[in-house]
């Protein structure tokens, strides 16, 4: 997880000099393609051969329904300090989440599900540029990012 955040906020805005911000659609995004969100799409970065049995596996290890993995880790994430305040407004900076609040979910989310290594290689080989959603939401994201960049002097609270 940690080398799919350093790619996203390594990359470059399309046709620019402005890092990506891992924004919210950023984490929206990849935490459903790592619970196997629409698998059966061959355009999502979820899809592999097992990636149905793999998700019914996971829901059965945990005791849960397609949305269950994702109501038991927003559970432990309320318990984790880097989630009792609004995890994109971290140092000054509005709609970027930081590296170890990246983190902390995944350690929390590895606990409910396994953390399938094939749907991350695909998220890093994206980028960032979440090529596999809508262009409403690439373009919402592409905002995102321009407002506050990283390596601009973040605004003060």
Known sequence: LKRLY?????????????????????????????????????????????????????????????????????????????????????????????LETFLTWGKCRAQVAPIKEVIVEKLIQDHGMLTFMSQHERNDMFAMCQRSPLGSTPALC
């Open 6 to 98: 350093e790619t996203v906020t390594r990359s470059m805005l399309p046709n620019s000099t402005i890092p990506m911000k891992f924004t919210p659609i950023h984490f929206e995004a990849y935490a459903a393609q790592l619970r196997w969100f629409n698998c059966e799409d061959i355009s999502n970065p979820s899809h592999y051969p097992e990636a149905a049995a793999d998700r019914q596996a996971a829901e059965t290890a945990a005791g849960v329904g397609s949305d269950g993995i994702r109501s038991v880790v927003n559970q432990l994430i309320g318990k984790e300090e880097v989630f009792q305040k609004n995890p994109f407004e971290g140092q000054g900076r509005k709609e970027h989440m930081e």
